[in-house]
């Protein structure tokens, strides 16, 4: 088994009084003040494709006044409380012992409430978990989760990242894409749209500049919309992001979530997106809002339960600024993964590595302030391969071992 970590950090969020909220496990959280809240539950669901096992959730509470603030697994819509969080002080709450057993189609999500009613407010800045897949072919969810998603007119082709936060598409596709660095096959394309204009609209997965038209849906009205027969193909140094077409002629289109599986390699990138420039020395998340600037480190941070290597870095930098963006772990810089931020584009670092154990915390940050359109970075979460033993060899195959006889004929 391989498990993956999945999570959010940045902004601000959560319910006022009375009022729940639902957060993604992965992509982004809504600004306060920046839109609305997610409307609905059906704007945060991801699918899983296999039976895998949800585990280990860790939030970082800002904010907890005049309640106790509840944090729930949904699955299908309802209440999981075999993996939750409870909490009436701020800072990082985790539940290490709880579980949810999953299967194929199930709809998961987290909803965050708690508030009786008297002018409480409840704040997280980040948010994340596992999920324990046996086999890559099982589907490694990757998603986009809306915080203030744009609207896109009619007749109006944009491009967004493969994940990452949905609070902008970008006109130039270049802004969007993402270097693959592990042959993957992705699948089960999920778009959900809480707007829609009046003709038919498409998303397609894009292979380097190119549409890839075994991996797209048709998009009529609002709602859920799925293909989960089409398989997109990337190989190594293939750059890939989603498009959006909207069809008609008024109104426009609104994507709250876009989700897919990885099927190939146990190997899922986090990514943040969609734009941001950061002040110099700003901390951002590994998975979320790139233009987040959490106000300090603890905000941005995700916290690994189980062992992991961070390798294969990519930021997408339109406009260069000098400095770096740095990996930090337990608060400290870790220079064996480290992007040179001082050019434009697409730049990698394809040599680094960092070995991850549980409990550290993880984030980036940024010495200068170039602006970044997406952040990357893989995490390879397949279990080492560990060579037997010479006992489990001889058992194996049963050879005999020599009898040895000594005799004193003194």
Request: aromatic share 6%; hydrophobic share 40%.
């Amino acid at each position: 088994m391989a498990v993956h970590v999945f999570g959010t950090a940045g902004f601000a969020t959560g319910p006022d009084d009375t009022n729940v909220e639902f957060v993604p496990i992965s992509g982004g959280l809504r600004r306060l003040g920046a839109g609305a809240a997610h409307g609905t539950e059906a704007d945060c669901q991801i699918a899983v494709r296999a039976s895998v096992t949800w585990q280990y959730a860790r939030a970082f509470f800002v904010t907890i006044t005049g309640a106790t603030a509840n944090i729930n697994a949904r699955v299908d819509g309802v209440d999981d409380t075999a993996l939750t969080l409870s909490t009436s002080s701020t800072g990082a709450v985790e539940d290490t012992t709880g579980s949810v057993s999953l299967v194929d189609t199930d709809l998961i999500n987290w909803e965050f409430g708690g508030g009786d009613g008297h002018g409480d407010q409840l704040q997280i800045t980040s948010i994340n978990t596992e999920l324990d897949i046996t086999n890559a072919s099982d589907g490694i969810p990757l998603a986009s989760g809306s915080v203030s998603p744009d609207a896109i007119g009619s007749g109006v082709t944009e491009f967004t990242a493969l994940a990452g936060a949905l609070t902008s598409w970008k006109s130039s596709e270049g802004n969007a894409e993402y270097t693959f660095r592990t042959a993957q096959d992705i699948a089960n394309l999920r778009v959900h749209l809480t707007a829609h204009a009046n003709g038919n609209s498409t998303v397609i997965a894009r292979v380097n500049n190119a549409d890839d038209t075994d991996l797209q849906v048709t998009l009529s009205g609002t709602g859920t919309t799925e293909d989960l027969t089409g398989v997109a193909e990337y190989a190594v140094a293939d750059e890939g992001n989603w498009e959006l077409a909207v069809g008609g002629t008024m109104n426009s289109d609104v994507a709250t979530s876009i989700s897919c599986t990885l099927e190939t390699a146990q190997v899922r990138p986090f990514m943040s997106g969609q734009s941001g420039s950061p002040s110099a020395n700003d901390f951002l998340p590994l998975d979320g809002d790139v233009g987040a600037t959490p106000a300090t480190e603890a905000d941005a941070e995700i916290e690994f339960n189980t062992a992991a290597t961070l390798q294969n870095a990519l930021a997408n930098i339109d406009g260069g600024g000098a400095g770096n963006l740095t990996l930090r772990v337990n608060r400290a810089d870790d220079t064996s993964l480290q992007i040179d931020t001082a050019v434009g584009g697409i730049v990698e670092d394809l040599t680094g590595s960092v070995a991850i154990v549980a409990d550290d915390e993880v984030n980036w940050q940024s010495s200068g302030t170039p602006g970044f359109t997406l952040i990357a970075v893989e995490n390879d979460a397949a279990p080492p391969v560990v060579a037997p033993s010479m006992d489990s060899w001889f058992r194996e195959f049963q050879v005999p071992v020599p009898l040895r006889i000594e005799v004193d004929i003194r």
